[in-house]
Structure formats: C-alpha cells, structure tokens
C-alpha cells in the first residue's frame, strides 16, 4: 500500500493559521518571503500560494525599495482626539456620582440630559456612543428605572407589603 502523497488535513491548516497569527511579526515575514520569492517565480503563483492579489506583492516590492522593512510594517492609524479633557471628565464622573448637574441641582441623569448639560457647560458637542463610552470608562452605569404595568395600582401594591 503505498503512502499518501499529502498528510495535511484541514484541522492541521485551521491550527497551523492559529498559531501564525499569533506569531506578532508573521505579516512581516510572509511579506518578506513573497518579495525574496518574486525573483524566481511568477507573482500570480506567490499570490495565489499566499492568497493575496499579485498586486500586494508588487506593492510590498515597491515600498521595500523605498523605505525597508519600515515600509512593509502596519502604520498606526489616525484616530479623532477626545473631546473631552481630563478636568471635564473629572467633573463629568462628580455629576453622576453626586446626581447632580454643574449648578447644583438634583437630576436623574440620562444620555441626553448629560449630552446637553456637557453642550452647555463646556460647549462641546459629543455623540450618544463616545459619552456612553466614556462612562462606561468610568467605571459607571446609567441606571434603569423599573418598569412600571400600566395596570398596577400604588394603593394596593402598598397594603400587600409586608412592613
């Protein structure tokens, strides 16, 4: 009985992908191999083994030229800067702890009554998420109140408590 000519099974490639990507500068090397096997070798063939288009490696060839392996490494990504600064968030996390708003009045507070009173206080107009998120950063939560039945009587839910 002959050997089986491939002994690698689809549970062998899903692990060893695993692993690859753990691996922290994998992207690199692939990349790198893909360049140094582009001089023997037709790029659709590197593409196609690497499962990337052949335009990939020919722009992983270009920016090696020109920059290195600097080039081929993952720039960081632009992000928005906050909008809030540390004092306001200071102040922000007093209004919610305290449940109550810059002049000293008591609130319940929601997302929109803290969006508008951060509009009026500082002037800063902030979405629904990023204030949602800097709460949550807070290490607080908005409370929920209990839902009320439109049936439910106060009179009668008093006389069935027990005290």
């Known amino acids: 009985m002959p050997r089986p000519k491939m002994n690698v099974d689809p549970g062998t490639v ?17 990349q790198l191999q893909g360049i140094i096997a582009a001089a023997r070798h037709p790029v659709h063939q590197i593409a196609d083994i690497l499962h990337v288009s052949p335009r ?14 600097a080039g081929l490494r993952d720039q960081p990504k632009g992000h928005m800067k906050a909008k809030l ?20 009045e008591r609130v319940h507070w929601t997302l929109a009554k803290l969006k508008r009173e951060i509009e009026e206080e500082f002037a800063v107009a902030i979405g629904t998420t990023p204030l949602w998120n800097h709460v949550r950063k807070m290490g607080l ?5 209990r839902p009320l039945h439109d049936k439910a009587n106060p009179e009668e839910q008093e006389a069935f408590k027990k005290n």
């Open 85 to 104: 600064n540390d004092a306001q968030k200071m102040m922000i996390e007093g209004w919610l702890t305290s449940g109550k708003n810059a002049s000293g």
């Open 14 to 30: 899903r692990r060893a992908e695993e692993e690859l990507s753990k691996i922290k500068e994998s992207k690199l090397a692939i």
């Open 141 to 145: 939560v908005l409370k929920k109140p």
């Open 56 to 69: 990939s490696i020919f722009r992983w060839v270009t920016k090696f030229k020109d920059q290195g392996v």
